[in-house]
Structures are given as structure tokens and as C-alpha cells.
């Protein structure tokens, strides 16, 4: 068990990556606070998580707020006594227009749902992960590195966070305490896959296609990276953007429609996930119309 005795806080848990991500912490041998706004199905997760024999706490709250971040770091070191792991995975993709179409609200709530959370998160967290030795991990996106044309705010939001998790790695190296980030590219949740989704149904039916692995991620697949970066195994790894991309950043094409059908099949996985796809369900989405 890579991570066992370890005391993580996962934000964005209820669904998608976030579920994932606390599904095989727990089986790595994490005890588990899972934090996702009121509405999401953090409970339900937690209850998965005791079910198979591990520990976890629900957290609702909107991470953007101090009070609630705050509170958030506060329970994981009442219930458990310390903190060795902030998993900052909580985001928003909520919005379809080319930039000068863009509603300014849009732009407001991607910015302090991606980037005002995990700066308040880290801001709280981080006395009691020099006094662990523990690690962050960030959830960026190959759309950091890429941009994001139609979304380019979400891009931006992404690109914020990869400067951040450097900086935030060098300053606290002398600390002890690691960053690093995973950047995503597609992943089988809300966001790529469904009619909520505010990627058109048309366009979400050739994501594979410009992957040169030729589908999208499990969201599994994505968890797999952060237990390895928050392990002691990667102790040598701090300031690291990890592409978990498919080959989409270097890809020039549609080089994906190459990919034979039989070699698209993406791994069975072993966790048990329930909300891969209900990230976005009560959220407003807009898609300026074309
Ligand atoms: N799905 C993809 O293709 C993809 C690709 C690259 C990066 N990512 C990143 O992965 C992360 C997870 O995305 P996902 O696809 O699993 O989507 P998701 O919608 O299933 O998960 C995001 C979760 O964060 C929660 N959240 C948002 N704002 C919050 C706040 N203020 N306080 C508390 N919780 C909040 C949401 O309610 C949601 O449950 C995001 O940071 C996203 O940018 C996703």
C-alpha cells in the first residue's frame, strides 16, 4: 500500500476524477477527507470508501469561500490528527463561446472555482504539511500547456495553475513539502462525455481522434498518477507538470483515427466508481449560440 497511514484531503470527490482519486487513495491505505460543494455526492463516496474498509469524512462546502476552505483543512486534523496529502482536484468547465462571446459571469466563477480554491486550500493546508513533511498535487490540463480555443478562460485557469504548483514547489522545498501537478488531457467524465457536457454532442463523438492513443482517459487512469506522486516513491519529485494526456500535447493531427478499434478499449480498472459522469448535473452551462 503506497500510501498507507497517510492523511489526505481530496477536493472535488464526489464525482469524476475526484471520485477516483479518493477511491484508490482509500485502497492505497489513505484515511480521507473528501470535499465537494453542497450538492455533490461526497457523501455517498465516503460511504463507498467505509464500506470497503477504509476511512473517510465528507466535507461540503465552497472551497472558493476562506471560511469554508478553512473549515475544510480544519476537520481533517480534528478527525485524524494531521495532514500529509492535499489532492487540489476541484474545478469548473461550465461555459461554450468564443472569447468575445464569453459572459463576463462565466469567466468570474471558472477563475474562482479553478484557481481561487486551490490557492485557499493550499494556503490553509500548507502549516500543517511542513509540519508533516507531506505533498500537493494539483489537477492542471494539457489545455494549460495548449490553450483551450472556445474555452479559453478554462485554458487560462490551467495555465495559472502550472506556474502556481512550480512556484509553490520551489518556495517550500526548504520546508520539505512537495507540489506537483497532473495535467489531464480528455477524461471519460461530465465534461467530455454526456448532453451536459459544453462540448457538442458531435464534437464529443471525435475526441479520440485528435489522441494518438485514440480515446479518452478513465478517470481511474488519471488516479493512478496521483498515488504515485503522492507516495514516498516519488520523493525526487517536486515542481513536475505530468502530461496524463494520451500523446494529445505533442499530437499535430488527427492522428488518433489511426488507432485500431481492438487497441481502443480503455483498461477495465478495478475501482468501484459511481459519478463518473455527474460532475456537472445542477450546473449551469452556456453554449453561445453558433
Ligand atoms: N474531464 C476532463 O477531460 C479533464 C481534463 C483535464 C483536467 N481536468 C480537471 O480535472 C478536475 C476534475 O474534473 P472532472 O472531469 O472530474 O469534473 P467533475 O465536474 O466531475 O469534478 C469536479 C468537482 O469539483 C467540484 N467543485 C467545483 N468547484 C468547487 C468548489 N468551489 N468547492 C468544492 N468543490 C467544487 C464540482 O462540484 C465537481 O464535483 C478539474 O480540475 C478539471 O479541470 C478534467
Same mark, same amino acid.
Given at each position: 500500500?503506497?500510501? $498507507?497511514?497517510?492523511?489526505?484531503?481530496? +477536493?472535488?470527490?464526489? =464525482?469524476?476524477?475526484?471520485?477516483?482519486? %479518493?477511491?484508490?487513495?482509500?485502497?492505497?491505505?489513505?484515511?480521507?477527507?473528501? %470535499?465537494?460543494?453542497?450538492? #455533490?455526492?461526497?457523501?455517498?463516496?465516503?460511504?463507498?470508501?467505509?464500506?470497503?474498509?477504509?476511512?473517510?469524512?465528507?466535507?461540503?462546502?465552497?472551497?472558493?469561500?476562506?471560511?469554508?476552505?478553512?473549515?475544510?483543512? #480544519?476537520?481533517?486534523?480534528?478527525?485524524?490528527?494531521?495532514?500529509?496529502?492535499?489532492?487540489?482536484?476541484? /474545478?469548473?468547465?461550465?461555459?461554450?463561446?468564443?472569447?468575445?462571446?464569453?459572459?463576463?459571469?462565466?469567466? #468570474?466563477?471558472?477563475?474562482?472555482?479553478?484557481?481561487?480554491?486551490?490557492?485557499?486550500? +493550499?494556503?490553509?493546508?500548507?502549516?500543517?504539511?511542513?509540519?508533516?513533511?507531506?505533498?500537493?498535487?494539483?489537477?492542471?490540463?494539457?489545455?494549460?500547456?495548449? /490553450?483551450?480555443?472556445?474555452?479559453?478562460?478554462?485554458?487560462?485557469?490551467?495555465?495559472?495553475?502550472?506556474?502556481?504548483?512550480?512556484?509553490?514547489?520551489?518556495?517550500? %522545498?526548504?520546508?520539505?513539502?512537495?507540489?506537483?501537478?497532473?495535467?489531464?488531457?480528455?477524461?471519460? =467524465?461530465?465534461?467530455?462525455?454526456?448532453?451536459?457536457?459544453?462540448?457538442?454532442?458531435?464534437?464529443?463523438?471525435?475526441? /479520440?481522434?485528435?489522441?494518438?492513443?485514440?480515446?479518452?482517459?478513465?478517470?481511474?487512469?488519471? %488516479?493512478?498518477?496521483?498515488?504515485?506522486?503522492?507516495?514516498?516513491?516519488?520523493?525526487?519529485?517536486?515542481?513536475?507538470?505530468?502530461?496524463?494526456?494520451?500523446?494529445?500535447?505533442?499530437?499535430?493531427? #488527427?492522428?488518433?483515427?489511426?488507432?485500431?478499434?481492438?487497441?481502443?478499449?480503455?483498461?477495465?480498472?478495478?475501482?468501484?466508481? $459511481?459519478?463518473?459522469?455527474?460532475?456537472? $448535473?445542477?450546473?449551469?452551462?452556456?453554449?453561445?449560440?453558433?
Amino acid at each position: 500500500m503506497q500510501l $498507507r497511514d497517510k492523511v489526505a484531503i481530496v +477536493t472535488g470527490a464526489g =464525482t469524476g476524477i475526484g471520485e477516483a482519486i %479518493a477511491q484508490k487513495f482509500a485502497r492505497e491505505g489513505a484515511a480521507l477527507v473528501l %470535499a465537494g460543494l453542497p450538492g #455533490d455526492p461526497v457523501a455517498d463516496v465516503a460511504e463507498a470508501v467505509v464500506a470497503g474498509g477504509g476511512g473517510a469524512m465528507p466535507y461540503l462546502g465552497d472551497l472558493a469561500e476562506e471560511q469554508q476552505a478553512q473549515a475544510c483543512v #480544519d476537520l481533517a486534523i480534528d478527525q485524524f490528527g494531521k495532514l500529509d496529502l492535499l489532492v487540489s482536484n476541484a /474545478g469548473i468547465f461550465i461555459a461554450n463561446a468564443e472569447t468575445d462571446l464569453y459572459r463576463i459571469e462565466d469567466f #468570474d466563477r471558472t477563475l474562482r472555482n479553478n484557481i481561487r480554491t486551490a490557492f485557499l486550500m +493550499t494556503k490553509f493546508a500548507l502549516p500543517h504539511l511542513r509540519a508533516s513533511r507531506g505533498n500537493i498535487i494539483y489537477t492542471g490540463s494539457e489545455a494549460g500547456f495548449n /490553450g483551450s480555443p472556445g474555452f479559453t478562460p478554462y485554458g487560462g485557469s490551467k495555465g495559472f495553475l502550472h506556474a502556481f504548483a512550480k512556484g509553490v514547489a520551489l518556495e517550500q %522545498a526548504p520546508h520539505g513539502v512537495r507540489a506537483n501537478c497532473v495535467c489531464p488531457g480528455p477524461v471519460d =467524465t461530465a465534461w467530455t462525455r454526456g448532453p451536459d457536457s459544453p462540448i457538442p454532442m458531435a464534437a464529443q463523438a471525435t475526441i /479520440g481522434n485528435m489522441v494518438p492513443l485514440g480515446r479518452r482517459a478513465t478517470p481511474e487512469e488519471i %488516479a493512478n498518477i496521483f498515488a504515485f506522486l503522492a507516495s514516498d516513491e516519488a520523493s525526487y519529485v517536486t515542481g513536475a507538470l505530468w502530461l496524463v494526456d494520451g500523446g494529445v500535447t505533442p499530437a499535430k493531427s #488527427d492522428i488518433g483515427t489511426q488507432m485500431p478499434a481492438a487497441l481502443r478499449q480503455p483498461p477495465k480498472g478495478v475501482l468501484a466508481l $459511481r459519478h463518473s459522469h455527474d460532475g456537472l $448535473r445542477g450546473k449551469e452551462v452556456y453554449r453561445a449560440p453558433r
